[in-house]
């Protein structure tokens, strides 16, 4: 299996602020890498696939950058919305799997 | 706009099979390049895929669980199944329903179903 390590765990944030999260692979998966963005006590939802694409309805200010084994999810400039956890996916095998997750808290 | 719903017990006892379905509205389950799939989400915790149906009846499990899941596809009723047996307490988590796409270049899971808490206790 694929491990996707995010980093870090947890950060603190003000609105305003810009903000990157990390996602390394364990090995070379190209750009097959997708950020879901989840809510306390709601679904997932899709932020950014295949690296660095906008899923349709996501604000710009979200973007992906990143190749390989190593991308990166950055928020450039944080609203009240988007304290929340993020997650990374690898599409590129099977079993997918997901970052342990990037919890973004109000400073 | 696709939706996914998903349905069943929220309390199976220990030993026993969880079964959940997912009904989806909005499309077609019998569309090419959607990989109809189950996430599951221990309390507090990290996501885990489970695994997918395609509508032809291709499967793919993943291997922690493959002993135990079966993942089965109704195309009449626009439904997909889970079914994950023996269960323990460690199965209680809430599990997704999800659509993933994959187009030639690219996938990507562009709609998830609400979840639902499946609680594993006597």
């Known amino acids: 299996d694929i491990q996707m390590t995010q980093s870090p765990s947890s950060l603190s944030a003000s609105v305003g602020d810009r903000v990157t999260i990390t996602c390394r692979a364990s090995?070379?998966?190209?750009?097959?890498l997708g950020w879901y963005q989840q809510k306390p006590g709601k679904a997932p939802e899709r932020l950014i696939y295949?690296?660095?694409s906008l899923q349709s309805g996501v604000p710009s200010r979200f973007s992906g950058s990143g190749s390989g084994t190593e991308f990166t999810l950055t928020i450039s400039s944080l609203q009240p919305e988007d304290f929340a956890t993020y997650y990374c996916?690898?599409?590129?095998?099977?079993?997918?799997?997901f970052g342990q997750g990037t919890k973004v808290e109000i400073k | 706009q696709v939706q996914l719903q998903e349905s069943g017990p929220g309390l199976v006892k220990p030993s026993q099979t969880l079964s959940l379905t997912c009904t989806v509205s909005?499309?077609?389950?019998?569309?090419?390049?959607?990989?109809w799939s189950w996430i599951r989400q221990h309390p507090g915790k990290g996501l885990e895929w489970i695994g997918y149906?395609?509508?032809?009846?291709?499967?793919k499990y993943n291997p922690s669980l493959k002993s135990r899941v079966t993942i089965s596809v109704d195309t009449s009723k626009n439904q997909f199944s889970l079914k994950l047996s023996s269960v323990t307490v460690a199965d209680t988590a809430v599990y997704y329903c999800?659509?993933?796409?994959?187009?030639?270049?690219?996938?990507?899971?562009?709609?998830w179903g609400q979840g639902t808490l499946v609680t594993v206790s006597t």
């Open positions: 149906i395609y509508y032809s009846g291709s499967t």
């Open positions: 999800v659509r993933e796409y994959c187009s030639s270049t690219s996938c990507r899971i562009d709609y």
């Open positions: 909005g499309g077609s389950i019998s569309s090419n390049g959607y990989y």
């Open positions: 996916l690898q599409h590129n095998s099977y079993p997918r799997t």
């Open positions: 090995q070379g998966i190209r750009n097959d």
């Open positions: 295949a690296a660095s």
